[in-house]
């Protein structure tokens, strides 16, 4: 659920996988949960450089249980979504994730199918969220959902340092420490 920022700093892909597996230890310790963070900073990485999200979801090569969850969520029909599970482990998240995205007729309709389910909808609608947002970035950042966010000021200004990280990797970490510190 946190892999989307190592998606949108890394140079290449396996950057993106190395920094959500790195990342994602310190919150998750099975290998699941470190393998699902892997699987969605690739699929994310893959879009934002232009890939569908078929071709971003072939890239993926981990251990059989993600393959199993990434797989259904490619083929399931609409409406099926809770046949993914709860998204109460990361491979359920995951695939909720990809799901809403893939069978998404647009943002609002993809965060409804993340979040309207009978499981962890607060992951799987911030994954979802994460990966409509690059497949739908106009209508992201046009959306009246936007407007009733909680520290809206904060997230759209996280959101530009991450671009300006992007754009200025050199010296990010000079301009921004005061910000960062920990950078």
Do not use: K
């Amino acid at each position: 659920m946190r892999a989307a920022p190592c998606a949108l700093i890394a140079t290449d892909p396996q950057q993106a996988e190395r920094l959500a597996r790195d990342t994602s230890a310190l919150t998750h310790g099975h290998v699941l949960g470190q393998e699902a963070a892997v699987a969605f900073a690739r699929i994310l990485f893959e879009v934002l450089h232009g890939a569908t999200l078929e071709r971003a979801v072939q890239c993926i090569a981990l251990s059989r249980p993600i393959m199993q969850a990434l797989d259904a969520a490619m083929i399931l029909g609409p409406d099926l979504v809770e046949r993914l599970g709860g998204g109460w482990v990361a491979e359920e998240a995951l695939a909720i994730a990809v799901y809403a995205a893939r069978n998404a007729r647009d943002v609002t309709h993809g965060l409804q199918i993340a979040v309207t389910h009978s499981g962890d909808s607060d992951s799987t609608g911030a994954m979802a969220g994460n990966l409509l947002g690059l497949m739908y970035p106009r209508e992201v950042l046009r959306h009246h959902w936007r407007d009733d966010l909680e520290c809206r000021d904060v997230i759209d200004r996280i959101a530009r340092d991450l671009a300006a990280a992007r754009e200025t990797r050199e010296s990010f970490a000079d301009e921004f420490f005061d910000r960062y510190p920990g950078w």
